[in-house]
Nanobody, 129 residues
Framework: EVQLVESGGDLVQPGGSLKLSCEASGFVFSTYDMAWVRQGPAKELEWVSSISSRSPPTTYYADSVKGRFTIARDDARSTLYLQMNNLKTDDTAVYYC?????????????????????RGQGTQVTVSS
């Protein structure tokens, strides 16, 4: 059974930083592209970032987070990370770890998510003063 468990969400002031983690199990983590997606209050689901399975991994970012967020993976620990710096109030959302291929992520970038895909239960990030 595929399981994705996120952690690290918190309340942080604008300009602050957080690091999210996602522990994966039930599949061979190292062989899958992975992604982070988020959903803000009263907003649609939004693709945030992806990382390829190949070594060295290739990373991709939404324009809204480019230069501020960094995605990374530790295949030995089957763990995905998202380092978020210079957080803004617009970053407030539930963040989900997702198993999405790079092609699926390309479509997700345009707001089209696959009919069936795996994501975790989410972790809440609130950016507020």
């Amino acid at each position: 059974e595929v399981q994705l468990v996120e952690s690290g969400g918190d309340l942080v002031q604008p300009g602050g930083s957080l690091k999210l983690s996602c522990e994966a199990s039930g599949f061979v983590f190292s062989t899958y592209d992975m992604a982070w997606v988020r959903q803000g209050p009263a907003k649609e689901l939004e693709w945030v970032s992806s990382i390829s399975s190949r070594s060295p991994p290739t990373t991709y970012y939404a324009d809204s987070v480019k230069g501020r967020f960094t995605i990374a993976r530790d295949d030995a620990r089957s763990t995905l990370y998202l380092q978020m710096n210079n957080l803004k109030t617009d970053d407030t959302a539930v963040y989900y770890c997702a198993r999405l291929t790079l092609v699926q992520a390309l479509n997700a970038r345009a707001g089209v998510f696959p009919e069936q895909w795996y994501r975790g239960q989410g972790t809440q990030v609130t950016v507020s003063s």
